[in-house]
């Protein structure tokens, strides 16, 4: 233009670019922030958790509660496997009042009372079965004959002894007893034999015609025999037969675990006569 001096467009240009505003700088042109390598990260992260952990267990003793220091986290859970776990607190144990000396030497006596107290019973009983072992005298019909020899040693080990316990049974007025040294079908034959319905009626009406009763259980008495014999025949009338009426003929046999059955009875007559020279 006519007039303007040659400085003059300068100083305009000048003054655009100052008003011009500032353009942003280039991403090449920004300093990047340091970053953190992978194993830096991780023991911060740790690290972070065990305060965070820290401060947990310590509300949950003041009965608070912690949220994490991460922004809108929930409530520390105990730390990863691995980690410090702090042991919670023991109640105070209460002291242990020890026992008086008296008072051990009182229950230890005590109990070897009863310690010798239960030893000595046992002995005594195995000393008194021993010297007086037990009788099947006391035991019911329904457990002694009939077949129950065959498992227990309930009968007489000698063929005269079982005709006395008979002749015994009867002075006493025990039928239960009495029956069962015979044989189950020998029972019957007894009680035709003197006259009854039943084995134990023929008891009880035998009983009933005793006049001595330790005369009587002692009638008969024991007499030598073959050892190597299953069977024998006792006639009641070789016996002097006192205190009661006599009992006829019985057959005994040789049974299991040695004892010695009635298996056979013959009527005979009740007083015997007089033995002849």
């Not at 194993?39 to 947990?56: P, V």
């Not at 007086?132 to 002894?161: C, M, R, V, W």
């Not at 005994?252 to 006569?273: M, Y």
Request: charged fraction near 20%; glycine fraction near 8%.
């Amino acid at each position: 233009m006519v007039g303007e001096r040659p400085g003059d467009e300068s100083d305009d240009r000048g003054e655009l670019e100052r008003a011009r505003p500032a353009e942003p700088a280039r991403p090449d042109q920004v300093e990047s922030a340091p970053q953190l390598d992978p194993e830096q990260l991780r023991q911060f992260q740790q690290f972070q958790q065990f305060q965070d952990y820290l401060k947990f267990t310590q509300a949950q003793q003041q009965g608070g509660q912690v949220v994490s220091t991460q922004a809108g986290g929930p409530p520390v859970p105990p730390p990863p496997q691995g980690g410090l776990v702090p042991a919670p607190p023991q109640p105070p144990r209460r002291p242990r009042i020890p026992m008086p000396r008296f008072v051990k030497r009182a229950l230890a006596s005590v109990l070897s009372a009863l310690i010798f107290l239960a030893v000595l019973g046992i002995a005594g009983k195995l000393l008194y079965d021993h010297f007086f072992p037990p009788q099947d005298d006391d035991k019911p019909a329904a457990e002694t004959g009939g077949g129950t020899y065959h498992a227990n040693k309930i009968l007489s080990t000698q063929p005269y002894e079982a005709v006395r316990k008979v002749y015994q049974q009867i002075a006493q007025g025990r039928p239960d007893l009495a029956c069962g040294y015979f044989d189950t079908p020998v029972q019957d034959r007894f009680a035709r034999d003197v006259n009854a319905a039943d084995c134990q009626q023929a008891v009880l009406t035998l009983k009933g015609q005793v006049t001595n009763v330790n005369d009587y259980a002692e009638s008969i008495w024991p007499q030598t025999y073959d050892p190597n014999a299953a069977t024998l025949t006792i006639n009641s009338c070789d016996f002097t037969i006192t205190g009661g009426p006599a009992l006829g003929v019985f057959t005994v046999t040789k049974v299991d675990k040695g004892q010695w059955l009635i298996t056979g009875h013959a009527p005979g007559p009740p007083t015997c006569p007089a033995p002849t020279s």
